[in-house]
Nanobody
């Protein structure tokens, strides 16, 4: 059974940093992509970043470019999201998921992701 579990969220002041982790079990990720999404209260879940596992190609939402870095450790089957210079508007529940498709210039839509985790809360205070 495929399972992903997000961790690393917390409460930080604006300008602070956090590192989110997403280990995946139950599958070999070499043929897949993975993505980070977030959902703020009252808003739709939106993509933050995605990574193609085999080539480590990465894509970022415009709102986080230059501040967030997605990476993966293939030996640990784990994806990470390093978040720096956090802003209040980055607050939300962050989810990771396994992608079944890859697009060259933008992350695949939510419908192309499976095996969602439960999410980890990120709160950025002003």
């Amino acid at each position: 059974q495929v399972q992903v579990v997000e961790s690393g969220g917390g409460l930080v002041p604006a300008g602070g940093s956090l590192r989110l982790s997403c280990p995946a079990s139950g599958l070999t990720l070499s043929a897949y992509a993975m993505g980070w999404f977030r959902q703020a209260p009252g808003k739709e879940r939106e993509v933050v970043s995605c990574i193609k596992w085999s080539s480590i190609d990465t894509i970022y939402a415009q709102s986080v470019k230059g501040r967030f870095t997605i990476s993966r450790d293939s030996a640990k089957n784990t994806m990470y999201l390093d978040m720096n210079n956090l802003k209040v508007e980055d607050t939300g529940v962050y989810f990771c998921a396994v992608g079944v498709a890859w697009r060259q210039t933008m992350c695949a839509p939510r419908s192309d992701y499976r095996n969602w985790g439960q999410g980890t809360q990120v709160t950025v205070s002003s």
